[in-house]
């Protein structure tokens, strides 16, 4: 078992109604507030007006159109600039993980003179960041109760994570009835977002029981109620139930004790959103299950058993290469039952860049020191895989 150390700072307010707790929230923080949301969802459901009502006393400024795949270029920079210039106290951030993620760069960048790039990829580390609170509408990325966050520069094609122990949120609202109108392609996408963040802590070296059956039941957890709220989108239970495991999805908790995998999945995707700007889940589902057919060898071999017996219920008494086979097609049967493109060309994307983008990853994501190593060959030949 691995040491860790481990603190989540953030508060959690879940349920029914708990919007409502909004007022008494923002009271402990200053009255200057930095508002950001996406493209207008939040005012369609009504939920933007009740804010507004919540917020009554407070001075408000708004940073709207923060885009999927969040933009340094404009959304980042315009956060920071808005945050300097009305000496904001506190960013209230309600949307997606998305809204999320750009309201932590935001954050960060209000609190430092220089470049926020620089904070981003990490050349100057993070030494303050505004307060955050977040009312969060989409059961995805877990950016509610985690310190980190998913920047894309369009011009150099960069997707670049950030983690620093600063960009907590302060209060996380979440009320899983938000989720009843959200389409069935971003609800799709986010529950394959989190079964992917499970998965890159599942597949490593040293790991624990304990944590194998928590995975594993989160997994089944969300397998299970994504085929509910897809028939049923009002199914409060469900949608509570997937928006508790897409919370717990980065923060550290499914695998404390755990040694690190290196989360290559999302390093190869990374690639393709920030070239082609698709939807994060769904090309992540395209990854996953190329990605464990490259890397199934007879060291890797142990961990793809223990999934494909602990979350599907493949036979344990059958030979491992068999039930590790079973488990990939399992993935990739479950994802194209739920509706998700399973292949490059149905999200938009040709051969013409594959090269380019293995390169990019290869020099950028560090795959050599994965749990199971990637080489350049090997990332060229799984988005290869991809296309098919």
Not at 199 to 216: K, L, R, S, T
Not at 326 to 348: H, N, T
Not at 368 to 376: D, F, I, T
């Amino acid at each position: 078992m691995v040491n860790f150390d481990y603190q989540t700072p953030t508060r959690l307010i879940f349920g029914k109604g708990v919007v409502d707790k909004l007022q008494e929230v923002m009271a402990q923080f200053g009255p200057r507030v930095l508002l950001t949301y996406g493209g207008g969802s939040i005012k369609r459901s009504g939920l933007y007006d009740k804010v507004i009502v919540l917020l009554a006393g407070k001075q408000v400024t708004e940073l709207p159109g923060i885009q999927p795949n969040p933009k340094y270029n404009p959304s980042v920079l315009e956060g920071v600039r808005l945050c300097k210039e009305n000496d904001i106290d506190v960013i209230l951030a309600v949307g997606g993980g998305s809204v999320l993620d750009c309201s932590k760069a935001i954050a960060a960048g209000a609190k430092y003179d220089g470049e926020p790039w620089d904070l981003i990829t990490y050349k100057v580390p993070i030494k303050a960041a505004l307060p955050i609170v977040d009312i969060i509408t989409m059961a995805a990325t877990g950016s509610e109760y985690d310190c980190g966050g998913v920047i894309s520069r369009t011009e150099t094609n960069d997707k670049v994570g950030i983690m620093d122990p600063h960009l907590f949120p302060a209060v996380s609202i979440i009320d899983p009835s938000y989720t009843f109108t959200v389409p069935a392609k971003q609800t799709r996408a986010g529950v394959a977002d989190c079964i992917n963040h499970i998965m890159e802590q599942y597949f490593c070296g040293e790991h624990i029981a304990m944590n194998d059956a928590f995975m594993e039941g989160a997994i089944k957890s969300l397998m299970k109620n994504v085929k509910i709220v897809l028939q049923k989108p009002d199914d409060y239970e469900a949608r509570a139930e997937i928006f508790y495991a897409t919370t717990l999805g980065c923060n550290g908790i499914y695998a404390l004790g755990n040694s690190m995998s290196g989360w290559p999945m999302h390093a190869i995707e990374h690639a393709l959103s920030a070239y082609y700007d698709i939807t994060h889940g769904e090309g992540l589902a395209i990854v996953t299950p190329r990605w464990m057919r490259h890397i199934l060898n007879e060291t890797t071999i142990e961990r793809f058993v223990s999934f494909g017996t602990g979350v599907f219920g493949i036979d344990a008494s059958l030979p491992q290469q068999e039930i590790a086979e079973r488990a990939i097609q399992a993935i990739y049967d479950f994802y194209k039952e739920i509706g998700m493109p399973m292949s490059l060309p149905e999200v938009g994307i040709d051969d013409s860049r594959l090269g380019e983008m293995a390169h990019h990853i290869a020099v950028n994501e560090g795959l050599e020191h994965a749990w199971a190593p990637l080489q350049e060959a090997d990332i060229l030949a799984i988005l290869q895989d991809c296309m098919k």
